[in-house]
């Protein structure tokens, strides 16, 4: 009788995140800039942050808030733009003043096995760097492919 009032949902391991977190930085170093990372679980919990020394304080909840959207909808938030498009100017100036909305990239959703165990959102540097850190923070799981030959 109990069972029938829950559900069980995978979450990403604090291992896992703190992976991803530490390849993030480490990409973020090659690439020459100080940002914000973060992890979430697949309820939108922080599970893992790191503020590297002299990263915009701002972007702390730019980078856990663009987590939370990848997270809360499953789509990286560099597609956001493209994806209200296609919806009504409601929706489209609506869904933008939600808060801890982003719609813009750097936060990227943890699927495996087509479960959504969390969300890593990157801030601090070019849109197009926080991007690719985000993506080094997947690599670093094995849930895409290093797109340099690795």
Request: proline share 3%.
């Amino acid at each position: 009788m109990l069972d029938s009032l829950m559900v069980s949902q995978p979450v990403i391991r604090t291992e896992a995140a703190l992976r991803a977190v530490g390849a993030a930085v480490a990409k973020a170093v090659e690439l020459g800039v100080r940002v914000n990372v973060a992890v979430v679980d697949a309820a939108g919990v922080q599970a893992a942050f790191v503020r590297m020394t002299g990263a915009p304080l701002h972007s702390m909840d730019i980078a856990t808030d663009k987590a939370y959207t990848a997270v809360s909808f499953g789509l990286p938030t560099g597609q956001w733009q493209e994806a209200l498009a296609q919806h009504s100017a409601a929706v489209r100036q609506g869904l933008v003043l939600r808060p801890r909305f982003v719609g813009f990239g750097g936060g990227r959703p943890i699927v495996v096995e087509g479960a959504r165990i969390g969300g890593i959102g990157v801030s601090g540097g070019s849109e197009q760097q926080d991007e690719i850190i985000a993506e080094a923070g997947l690599q670093a799981l094995g849930l895409i492919e290093d797109q340099q030959g690795g």
